[in-house]
């Protein structure tokens, strides 16, 4: 249910011309992508987010800022340093694409302009959290908090139904616990770490039932297919499922409420 405050004083951010959204988005998408870049190397090895200019990691040449300009700087040296010449890892300019890319699908599909807010500050943190998962395997404490935090005020300012919150929030850490227990007894391996089970509850305080109910579904489907690549691709099943999860909440986040009544209208025409 759709804040009554909300309805009667915000307009849709679909008045808008997309043209006029694109741009400035797809600019801020890009700059909150080279930091996700930063932030996704030095938060899981230990190093200061904020103190020390960003440097060459091969030669250690501080760089300026022609060497900081998102993709551009990338492309134009070649992928390498202009210093060194050591190779610079694609990471770079996929992480800054992708974050501009979903900047833009945030002006896209956000039904208003305090939801849209809220989805640009929550895209960072789960980008983030999905490259440190990818690269290291370990969510850290500190981004799932702030999502946490992010998640709950998504709920506020829309339809504040905190005690359906905390019931998703529980049956999904259940749920996540049971998977993971009934994947150990079978295989003897872990399952999904603490940090999928702490991003499940994640998704319970932020989406109403039948958003949250799909979200899990668009999670599993994406789980499966990663994990059926991968065993394919390495002859191993294992895989950081934690993207998979952010991409489905993001999805859930930006287009859940509209996807699912798409979906009730097919079924009842």
């Known amino acids: 249910m759709e804040s009554p405050f909300l309805a009667a004083q915000l307009p849709p951010i679909s008045t ?21 870049t930063a932030l996704s190397y030095r938060l899981p090895r230990g190093e200061s987010i904020t103190a020390g200019r960003s440097h060459c990691p091969a030669c250690g040449h501080v760089l300026s800022a022609a060497d900081l300009v998102p993709v551009v700087s990338w492309a134009v040296h070649g992928g390498a340093c202009r210093h060194c010449r050591a190779k610079i890892s694609w990471r770079y300019p ?14 896209v599909l956000a039904r208003d302009i305090v939801h ?38 998504w ?7 905190y005690l359906e919150a905390a019931v998703l929030a529980t049956l999904s850490t259940t749920l996540g616990l049971v998977l993971d227990a009934l994947y150990r007894a079978r295989t003897g391996r872990a399952g999904l770490g603490g940090g999928d089970v702490e991003l499940l509850a994640i998704v319970g305080l932020a989406l109403p039932l039948e958003v949250f109910l799909m979200t899990l ?36 986040l930006a287009a859940g409420g509209d996807i699912v009544n798409r979906l009730a209208a097919i079924r009842s025409g």
């Open 16 to 36: 808008l011309p997309i043209s006029t959204l694109a741009v400035p988005l797809a600019a801020f998408g890009l700059v909150f992508g080279s930091f996700i």
């Open 217 to 252: 579904g668009v999670a599993g489907l994406l789980g499966v297919l990663v994990g059926g690549a991968t065993r394919l691709r390495r002859g191993e099943a294992e895989f950081a499922f934690a993207p998979e999860i952010l991409a489905a909440f993001w999805i859930g």
């Open 116 to 153: 849209l807010a809220l989805l640009l500050a929550m895209t960072p943190v789960m980008l983030a959290l999905g490259v440190i998962d990818l690269e290291h395997r370990r969510l850290p404490n500190s981004l799932v908090l702030l999502l946490a935090a992010l998640a709950v005020a």
């Open 155 to 161: 709920r506020a300012l829309s339809d504040g139904r």
């Open 94 to 107: 996929a992480i800054e694409l992708t974050s501009a890319a979903l900047f833009v699908g945030a002006g």
